[in-house]
């Protein structure tokens, strides 16, 4: 009866060891695969030509972040993997208090690559920091990512728009508001923000703007812009359409169509400000070098025609027309030559002025030396 009771008890204990080291198992297991995860799961893209670059975030997620973790990640694509890079490295710290770590894989495909499906993963195994910690943790906690690229030769071009604003400006100040200035300058600016979906370079054939008074009663002005910067495959940019504009101080709505070809694929409507100068906080969109550029090709220009009328003599000529001729293509420069003008007086002034202390400042020495 003992040696029965025995084995039921051997038994017994046998069977608790299994059943306690399973619930073990896939109970730690359970914990370490909620406890970390990505997303998206995957680095995937079937439209890619030979010479691209393709981006995506990855973004690395824990349920909590007690303490810093260590990523090792390793790709397994062999036909690829020198295409394939990490922006933070192959190794790299999850920071104690983060418990989303973004990442950013690219993907430049060669220009000589071979059309076809390329397939593999990115192993990521995290560790702790502290050598201390339990050997099990950086088995247990780990993903892939899965790899699927396409390269093809067939161009798709094509684009989302996500967002479209008309920022307010103000009107120019002195010498831009001069006409053969302003001309060049004065412009309402429609910043559309961009996503090309496609697998070439691309942007919308052309921009219109028309713009109303604020009731939307009378139509003011219609522009249209062609000249738009490309955008990179698979990448998001900010691009802005220019319109040359005479509108004065005031409030207007803008309607915004951009197409795609033939096509209008968004229309916006849009409030907008002209101010005057110095009213806005920042001013508006900035010029840049460009009004200093157009200033030195006025002067370059005024300078050739002033030789050019030197040389055919023309102080022998008489008529009024002459010297409104020369009084406009001078009249730009006007503020400048009196400014000159202004500061050569105020130097001459400061000079005697000078010269008057020097001369009392002797005269009392003498003064002195005499007594």
Known sequence: MITIF??????????????????????????ASAGF???????????????????????????S??????????????????WISIDKGEEFILPKGQVQVPMLV???????????????NINIKISSVNTQAAAGVAIALGA??????????????????????IPDFELLKWPWKWKIF???????????????????????????????DIGKTKQLQLSVDKSLDKIDSFSTKEITAHFR????????????????????????????????????PNGGPSLGLYPWLL?????????????????????????????????????????IFGGLFRALGGIKAAFWRWVGKQASKYSDDKSRKDR
């Not at 972040?65 to 020198?82: G, H, M, R």
């Not at 101080?249 to 803008?254: D, E, N, R």
């Not at 008529?319 to 730009?332: D, E, H, Y």
């Open 182 to 212: 302003s001309y060049f300058l004065q412009r309402v600016s429609v910043v559309l923000n961009i996503e090309n979906i496609g697998n070439v370079k691309t942007a919308p054939s052309k921009v219109s703007l028309e713009v109303f």
């Open 295 to 335: 200033l030195g090709g006025y002067i370059i220009i005024l300078i050739v025609v002033l030789f050019i009328l030197i040389k055919i003599k023309i102080w022998r000529l008489t008529g009024k027309g002459v010297v409104v001729i020369l009084g406009q293509l001078v009249r730009p420069l006007r503020p």
């Open 144 to 165: 892939r990512i899965d790899i699927d690229l396409t390269l093809t030769n067939v161009a798709n071009s094509d684009f989302v728009v996500k967002t479209a604003a």
């Open 106 to 120: 690219t993907v430049n495909v060669p220009k000589n690559a071979e059309l076809g499906n390329y397939k593999g």
């Open 65 to 82: 972040a007690e303490e810093d973790l260590k990523a090792n990640l390793k790709v397994n694509a062999p036909e690829i993997a020198s």
């Open 245 to 280: 504009t005479d509108l004065d101080i005031g409030q207007y709505w803008g309607k915004v169509k951009v197409y795609k070809g033939n096509d209008i694929v968004n229309v916006y409507e849009i409030a907008f400000t002209i101010a005057k100068p110095g009213e806005l």
């Open 6 to 31: 025995s084995k039921i008890s051997r038994n017994l204990q046998y069977y608790f060891l299994i059943c306690l080291t399973m619930a073990a198992v896939f109970g730690f297991s359970h914990n």
């Open 37 to 63: 995860g990505i997303s998206p799961p995957y680095l995937k893209n079937q439209q890619l030509v030979p010479g691209s670059k393709y981006e995506q975030q990855i973004t690395l997620l824990r349920s």
